[in-house]
Nanobody, 115 residues
Framework: QVQLVESGGGLVQPGGSLGLSCAASGTIFSTVPMGWYRQAPGKEREWIATITAGGTKIYRDSVKGRFTISRDNAKNMVYLQMNSLKLEDTAVYYC?????????WGQGTQVTVSS
């Protein structure tokens, strides 16, 4: 059973930065694409970014140039560095396998952007 644990969220002012981490266990981590997703209050969960097994990175337009996804296969970790945060980035952030064979969702980590 794959388990995902996100961490690193918090309260930040507009324009600030946060780094999120995701620890994955129970899967052949290095062979699967991994992604970050988020769900804002009253909205559906949306995809933000993917990093393939080979390291190719893909981003949602609204976060391009501000967010950076990375992975450490040796540690089974995925990261999301978020810079220039905006009010509309407020959401619960999740990581998961970035294909149809998703793992059970973790608890997520809350990111609140507020002045």
């Amino acid at each position: 059973q794959v388990q995902l644990v996100e961490s690193g969220g918090g309260l930040v002012q507009p324009g600030g930065s946060l780094g999120l981490s995701c620890a994955a266990s129970g899967t052949i981590f290095s062979t699967v694409p991994m992604g970050w997703y988020r769900q804002a209050p009253g909205k559906e969960r949306e995809w933000i970014a993917t990093i393939t097994a080979g390291g190719t990175k893909i981003y949602r337009d609204s976060v391009k140039g501000r967010f950076t996804i990375s992975r450490d296969n040796a540690k089974n970790m995925v990261y999301l560095q978020m810079n220039s945060l905006k009010l509309e980035d407020t959401a619960v952030y999740y990581c998961n396998i970035a294909n149809a064979n998703k793992a059970p969702w973790g608890q997520g980590t809350q990111v609140t952007v507020s002045s």
